[in-house]
């Protein structure tokens, strides 16, 4: 299993992004998709969670990011509008394919990762 990860890029601060991740061949069944983010020199953190009846964000992301997601195509998708220069990162997509409770904001919580993808927002 494979997940890609697309959509980063070089954009100014307030500007926007889509970013998308998607099984890499035939989908598979998914009881959710994540994005986190890594900062050189920081740990990696949780973005947003699509879980099929729910999205959740961080708080450093509420009202400006914005997750969505086809399970069943496995694919995952994060809008990120007024970007700030402090979201620059390299973005993980994520996926977990065990039913049950899970804490999704921790990466642990996740099975399948994809490659990531880069985010610079200039100031």
């Known amino acids: 299993v494979q997940l890609q990860a697309s959509g980063g890029g070089l954009v100014p601060a307030g500007g926007s992004l889509r970013l998308a991740c998607a099984a890499a061949g035939r989908p598979f069944d998914t009881y959710a998709m994540a994005w986190f983010r890594r900062a050189p020199g920081k740990e990696r953190e949780f973005v947003a969670v699509?879980?099929?009846?729910?999205?959740e964000h961080a708080d450093s992301v509420k009202g400006r990011f914005s997750v969505s997601g086809d399970n069943a195509k496995s694919t995952v998708w994060l809008q990120m509008n007024s970007l700030r220069p402090e979201d620059s990162a390299t973005y993980y997509c994520?996926?977990?394919?065990?039913?049950?409770?899970?804490?999704?904001?921790?990466?642990?919580?996740?099975?399948?990762w994809g490659q990531g993808t880069l985010v610079t927002v200039s100031s």
């Open positions: 699509d879980k099929w009846d729910r999205h």
């Open positions: 994520a996926a977990r394919t065990v039913p049950g409770n899970f804490d999704f904001s921790q990466p642990t919580g996740y099975n399948y």
